[in-house]
T-cell receptor, first 113, second 111 residues
Framework: EAGVTQSPTHLIKTRGQQATLRCSPI?????VYWYQQALGLGLQFLLW???????NRGNFPPRFSGRQFPNYSSELNVNALELEDSALYLC????????????FGEGSWLTVV | AQSVTQPDIHITVSEGASLELRCNYS??????LFWYVQSPGQGLQLLLK??????LVQGIKGFEAEFKRSQSSFNLRKPSVHWSDAAEYFC?????????FGAGTTVTVRA
């Protein structure tokens, strides 16, 4: 069974541009999470989607947004890119419900130049 | 608010020696606790998890962890380290339908 898949693996963008990252959850999982792992800042929670709705949001500005599609896949959009947005963006999925195990994808590397 | 602390930023261990990584959590109720491992440039792989019951949890790759409520700890152990265990290890606590991670501990294995 396929795990969480993310695309693209690497992305290079210029400051001010927009980046779109994609994620397909494990089959049967309805919850999708996005995390940012920037150098020196650890793993920071960005967003949680379930059943197409945004359920929770981390402490990030509004230019970080996303959506979840009817097939439970998800997109993360980062507008007006800044140099400090350069990071590994990890998508994860789980069954809905408190305490369910969250499984991670390999991540998408975003470099802003 | 919950928090997870990993006191050791970096640990160096000899191949074949034992390894223990510390994790302390701050949470009002009994938490759901996890250990993940991240190899360089890759995503996170779940090593083990604790929800309830037996406080000694067995995971993959020969790892185990012990939940100690009195110490608010969930330390990860491996009796004999292999060179392939060199990675970054993250302790995490589940609350509010998301994971909160510790800062991570980087493990270096020397021959």
């Amino acid at each position: 069974e396929a795990g969480v898949t993310q695309s693209p693996t690497h992305l290079i963008k210029t400051r001010g541009q927009q980046a779109t990252l994609r994620c397909s959850p494990i089959s049967g999982h309805t919850s999708v999470y996005w995390y940012q792992q920037a150098l020196g800042l650890g793993l920071q929670f960005l967003l949680w989607y379930d059943e197409g709705e945004e359920r929770n949001r981390g402490n990030f500005p509004p230019r970080f947004s996303g959506r979840q599609f009817p097939n439970y896949s998800s997109e993360l959009n980062v507008n007006a890119l800044e140099l400090e947005d350069s990071a590994l963006y990890l998508c994860a999925s789980s069954l809905v419900g408190f305490g369910n195990t969250i499984y991670f994808g390999e991540g998408s590397w975003l470099t802003v130049v | 608010a919950q928090s997870v602390t990993q006191p050791d930023i970096h640990i160096t261990v000899s191949e074949g020696a034992s390894l223990e990584l510390r994790c302390n959590y701050s949470y009002g109720a009994t938490p759901y606790l996890f250990w993940y491992v991240q190899s360089p440039g890759q995503g996170l792989q779940l090593l083990l998890k604790y929800f309830s019951g037996d406080t000694l949890v067995q995971g993959i790759k020969g790892f185990e962890a012990e939940f100690k409520r009195s110490q608010s700890s969930f330390n990860l152990r491996k009796p004999s380290v292999h060179w392939s265990d060199a990675a970054e290890y993250f302790c995490a606590c589940s609350n509010d339908y998301k994971l909160s991670f510790g800062a991570g501990t980087t493990v270096t294995v020397r021959a």
